[in-house]
């Protein structure tokens, strides 16, 4: 779930002036992927990614106390005290992108106060890492990036090809695998996934590190079924 202006959108690629809005209601959305069985729920403050403090706290908060699966939340969260609040109302993890090259500090006293319960969010773009809402992209390699917080008690990195997000072209399953194959965190697929087919396929790379993928345009339009999804899934440990 996307959030931008109080509703849930799905943007092109990232860019903030190509949005698709999916619901003015995000806390009855929640609750209806809850309802089809969704095993976590994905909330980015789209908002709060550019202006780089995040916009729909409270907002996220009703969201995550909608729902009895956990949640995790992203986008705007550069300093401790907007951690402790968020992860003290609810939310199970939070996920730090830009924190993650411009503050390593806050990664590490993040991961000793509160192990596995923060996620690395790696942006990439041509195999360079994205920051501040997906506008900036710095000359580090994702993997490179990656292999910094070895080690530290990251839950998970959750790995976004932005060329591909939010376009329905299916994930970059090459990419994916080589930043899996590379780092002992468990890595979470994200961007792109249109089909059922893609599930099926990410499930081959599960034991190369992928435990999981993160879908959002693609059940919005239909394209794929979550219920389905899922159902296939439980045949690994992929969800």
Not at 195 to 212: K, T, V
């Amino acid at each position: 779930m996307d959030l931008k202006d109080g509703r849930c959108v799905r943007l092109s690629q990232g860019r903030m002036d190509q949005e698709s809005v999916y619901s003015e209601h995000p806390v009855e959305m929640a609750r209806y992927w809850e309802s089809k069985g969704a095993a976590r729920l994905h909330v980015v403050d789209l908002n709060g990614a550019v202006m780089g403090k995040p916009v729909h706290r409270s907002l996220i908060k009703e969201i995550s106390q909608s729902v009895q699966i956990p949640t995790e939340v992203g986008g705007g969260i550069r300093d401790l005290p907007t951690i402790e609040d968020y992860l003290s109302s609810g939310v199970r993890w939070v996920i730090l992108g830009t924190a993650a090259f411009q503050k390593r500090s806050l990664i590490e006293e993040a991961c000793h106060r509160f192990p596995e319960r923060v996620i690395l969010g790696i942006d990439a773009k041509g195999g360079k890492v994205a920051i501040q809402g997906w506008n900036e992209v710095v000359s580090l390699e994702a993997g490179n990036l990656t292999k910094q917080f070895e080690g530290m008690g990251l839950s998970a990195v959750i790995f976004t090809d932005i060329e591909r997000d939010g376009m329905g072209t299916g994930l970059n399953f090459q990419s994916t695998r080589e930043l899996a194959r590379s780092t002992s965190i468990p890595v979470i697929a994200s961007g792109g996934v249109s089909r059922i087919g893609d599930i099926e396929h990410l499930m081959e790379l599960e034991p190369d590190g992928i435990i999981g993928v993160i879908v959002g345009r693609a059940l919005y339009t239909g394209s794929l079924d979550l219920e389905e999804a899922i159902r296939i899934t439980r045949t690994s440990q992929l969800v």
